[in-house]
């Protein structure tokens, strides 16, 4: 696993996600009050990179990330898709450090997701 | 001695007084004179001659009237003889101290050429349908003179004897007492539709004869048709030659006059049934008769009753087809308004009359289906204040109705091909929400445009299962949007974070989160991209941007009225060719810009702006745009400047949030060019005003937008749109279109009216007032977001990075770009957009 860092926690506002580069991946990171999470940008569905730029909810004691296209449903803790367990995103380490936020990914491949 | 009291008719008048006397007093000696050679029979159901077995119709037997003590004499009465008080009968005498004339009435047969022939017949006692039956046995073709409630009568009694059947009929339309044009004219198809010839608008001038025969009626206009068998049915007239001849008082047109006790200008006789006219009016039904019955037999034993006239109204089945008729059917009364419900292809005329001011039921027509008749009768008769009568007609389309009309075989989701019955079927087997039936059927899958008919198929399915359907918003907030608008109206809330706190449970979702969202912003109109408001706003609002399937984003700058100047047409196209947009022209005259990425939006917004564009809300749900047509600027028909009102519109309503989406449209003349009947406000010129129309709606499910108010100056229209729109911002449901919201509100047009116009509920000074606040605080977003850093943070696709999302591919096509499709991918990797990297 290798360890990169993204971004200060201030430049994520609670209840939103941003995008980061991590070794040729497209990491989405969400915040949720002090909690991050981080999975793929990328929307299996509708093959477009882009779920960093959901809305967070919960379901129960879920919580999810809605793909802004076409509002699949993606669990933060382990990308699974809500609908579907059999449908699921790839989810990475995060870990907040001194206000910095980190995210791990496998150093094996460091293939590009979606293309 | 007893007093003696002679009747002369046994008809069924005549029988009932005999019968209510009796169970009322023994005293009289009683004696009835009878024409017909059996006692009183069911003439109401005398058709019922021709049924198979053949029905006892008989009302009195001589048995009965034996332990009555009344004597019969069948014989006719010929004479009166009012000094003597003596009635003769062929060669008796009969004297009484009282006399009661039930002697009915008789067909009336008009004075034309041939009526006598062998083969025409009246309808009208039991003797009359024996000879129809045997004359029927070598006959083809039966002809009924008259269309009204008895010649139907005989048409069906011809039909059932195997004739050929036609209905000649004066009027232009069937049963002209008892039906309206409309009415008439649902009759005639249900006739038809049994095989029964209907001719209206005849008048027959003569009988044609072969031999001693009927062969052929002969009408004014020169046709003629053929007939074997011919029934007059051209109305009835009262039986009162015994009273003309012994000097009674008759009326004009026939009938023996009685007052309230049914007593004749001769204090010692009497009158009732048919042959009676109590002031100026025949009762030729039953019921009216019978109570004159009533009110002579209290009258002579001591009683009060008196009678007053009565209701003509009517429900029968004519041939098997229901028709009823009550009230002032013809709406009569002076300030009368008619309320119609018609439909052929079911087979159904219903119309009601209401009182001037809409409050009461007066009368009505009821065609095809008349299991309404006793309740809406009762109604009339009682004189009931109701709140919307209209509603006996049809009810509120509460969406019940309306999605009841949804067949099983509609098609909802058109993507995964799934019907209404697949839907209902999963609903029936455990499904419970939108997630599980989107699992289960696969519906909604797709392009997602279903969902919310998916819902309302849900929500019927659940109430006709008998389970209770939730308007709750979701799992986070127990309460319908509209209640969570007054929550936040009245307590003043000023986010999301606090209204979860105090109202709702756990973090929100992608529904209750917009739907706040688009609450504050209706109510406080913040920005959108504060930190407080941009976690909540759905995927467009987040970044004043149509985000397009690939993640890109499309721009619309605001066009008001669709009017542009070729130096701003030429600036967008400068904006267009830098970014590498593809450019399209929307349906609401403005233009489009695709494939912009996330980085992009604020460098085109800044060249947008520099060129005096404002954001055009194409990603809110918001006021899109004011569609208007040229109107008197060019047009040689318009009689008012359209774009220049569309234009004044827009401005005042941009950037206003909406529980969904709103459309309007400005027509220059009553041409419509501009398609304002399909928006969701739309305002058409007329000579003296314009025209408002309002919830109409174009995409999935069409409709025609009502008229709420007409010949409004601009001062009086803007207010109306004014609260308008703010009491579908406050009461509708979340993403419910004005269209879908007015089809549910209770009350209806009316009602909206009621508010909109009338200010019933008092609301118009706060919906105004609350209108004036958005148009005060209005700014356009995007020159908002370029001011202030913290707000441009947000449009960049990595945070640590510069480099743009390699995943978006354009293709060329007729020349411009387009996102490649997935097996174009493959084959030709293009680089990104060509343009200006930001
Ligand atoms: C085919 C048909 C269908 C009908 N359907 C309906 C219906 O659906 N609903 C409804 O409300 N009404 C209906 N009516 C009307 C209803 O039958 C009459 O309103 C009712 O019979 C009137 O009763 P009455 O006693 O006044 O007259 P009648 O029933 O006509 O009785 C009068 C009697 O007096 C006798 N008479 C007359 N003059 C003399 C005389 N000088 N000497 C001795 N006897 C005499 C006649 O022969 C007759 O028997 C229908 C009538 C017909 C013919
Ligand atoms: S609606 Fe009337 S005024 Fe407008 S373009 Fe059409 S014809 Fe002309």
Redesign the interface.
Known sequence: MKWVR??RME??????G????VEGR?VA?FR?GQRLFALSN?DPF?????LS????????ER?YV?S????H?FDLESGEY???PSVRVPVYAVKLEEGDVWVGVPVSEAA?V?? | MLRRIVVVGNGMVGHKFLETLRSRTSDYELTVIAEEPCLAYDRVRLSAFFEQPRPDLSLGTYQQYQAWGVRVINAKATGIDRERRVVQAEDLEVGYDILVLATGSYPFVPPIEGRDLQGCFTYRTLEDLTRIEAWARHSRKGVVIGGGLLGLEAAGALLKLGLETHVVELASHLMPLQLDELGGRLLRRKLEAMGIGVHVSKSTQRIEARGDRVAALRFADGSSLEADLVIFSAGIRPRDELARQSGLKVGERGGIVIDEHCRTSDPHIYAIGECALYQGRIYGLVAPGYEMARVLAEHLTGGERTFSGADLSTKLKLLGVEVGSFGDAFAQTPGAREVLYSDFGKGVYKKLVLSEEGRRLLGGILVGDASDYANLHNLTLNAVELDNPEHLLIPPVEGRAMRASLPMTARVCSCENVTKGAICEAIRSGCRDI?SL??ATRAGTG??GCVAMMGDVLKEELLRLGEKVSDHLC??FPYSRRELFDIVRVRGYKTFEALLRDYGK??????C??AVASILASLYNEHVLE?AH??????ND??LAN?Q???TYSVVPRIPGGEITPDKLIAIGQVAKKYGLYTKITGGQRVDLFGAR?EQLPHIWADLIAAGFESGHAYGKALRTVKSCVGDTWCRYGVQDSVGLAIRLENRYKGLRAPHKIKMAVSGCTRECAEAQSKDVGVIATERGWNLYVCGNGGMKPRHADLLAADLDEETLVRYIDRFLMFYIRTADRLQRTSVWLEKLEGGLEYLREVIVEDKLGLAAELEAQMAHHIQTYRCEWKATLESPEKL?HFR?????D?P???IVMVEQRGQHRPAY?FE?ETLPLPLATGVKP
Do not use: W
């Not at chain 1, 430049?11 to 939103?16: A, S």
């Not at chain 1, 802004?68 to 509002?71: E, N, Q, S």
């Open positions: 993204v971004c430049d994520i506002l609670p209840g939103l941003v995008c980061a580069l497209q990171i949720v990328f509708t093959r477009a990179n882009v730029r959901g809305l967070v909810g919960s379901k129960g919580l809605a802004p296209l076409l509002k449903r809500l609908d579907d590009k979606g293309t | 997630a989107k699992k392009c997602g799992e986070h756990g973090y929100g979702c992608e529904v989160k917009p930190e941009v976690p909540l706003q759905d995927t987040r970044f985000m399937r690939d993640g996330l943070k696709h990595f945070i640590n990075s480099a999302d390699d995943n997935d991918r």
